[in-house]
């Protein structure tokens, strides 16, 4: 039963990222339709759709499918509405607040269907969520002149659905109080881990606003904004799963360093992308950074709070609320910086601080992780 479990999180997350990634790039098609000038309202209502969902989920008394299965309707519905009255500011906010959401509540679900908390178990399945986050853009290149933009949310949505199907015929297996004795518990701190999520959500959003001023300038035609973010994603997708394959495959210790390169790589990534606003510079920084989060980071960041009851509990609101807020400090970050005019110097010296601390929470967690290893 292990084995099916396993495959069927793999499926389900497949469908997931397949159908996320589709949404994605269509939510920032929609993001240069509206405006930039309209992205601080998009973002702050991303944020408090997550706070929203967070908060409701703390008071409900329900099991994470019953959860998952609430979500996955709330998102479809609204997306079904906000595409037949082509209300593309609430598609979104919903795309971003439901997002993020939805994979930490999934990965959380998966912690509870498989006994094994080891590493090599959770790149299996974040493997075929790579398959997943290719075959998205893949098809959104592929039916965008056959579907356009409604018809490509319509399939997006039933992907969604067939993830819920798959995930919700897995059973539960056991807790992680069945797997560790008591006494060998790891003891982790959920301080960190929101320091490291609120930091790389942060400066990640840096990247995705000069990353949507720098398309914006270069075509204004949707559809080749959405080739462009299709083909960002695509490119993303095969080189992650290059990655995984390599560390699977060759058994790398995933968990040793990527934590604490993460922020570093980030910084100068936003300098380069300051400096040289191209899209040749913008698709090779984003393929380096989003790869490298993906392929070495997210897998450890899942680890940490798989192997910790407490920090379990609060995934989704460390996930979604935290992650959002580094979204909004970012953005208002980025209107008074473009408002004050200062040089790309200023802007270095003023998000350093950041750097440094999300370096630290990085380091604090790979102490924590090398103890389990």
Known sequence: METKNIQKCSTSLFFLLAALQILRGLRDVFALEIGLERLEFLISGSFVTVTILSLISTRLRISDRQWLSALSGFLILGLLVSIQQSLYEFAYILIGGFSLILISQLWKTISGTTKSKSKRSYMSVAIWGSLGAITGPFLLIMLLPILGHKGLIVMALLFLVLSLLVILNTRPITRFADVFPKSEKPKTNGL????????????STFIYVKQLEIIDSYTASPVVRTYLFALRDLIIGFVLIILQIY???????????????MPILTFFGIIVISLIPTISVLIVSIVLLKSYNYALVRPSRELYSAVSPSILNYKNGIDSIIYRSGDLVAIWLITTFNLTNKSIIWLALGILPIVLLWYLSGKKIEVHLNRIS
């Open 192 to 203: 960190w881990l929101s320091t490291f999520v609120f930091g790389y959500a942060l400066l």
């Open 247 to 261: 560390i699977s495959r060759y058994k790398v210790n995933f968990d040793t360093k990527p934590m604490t390169f």
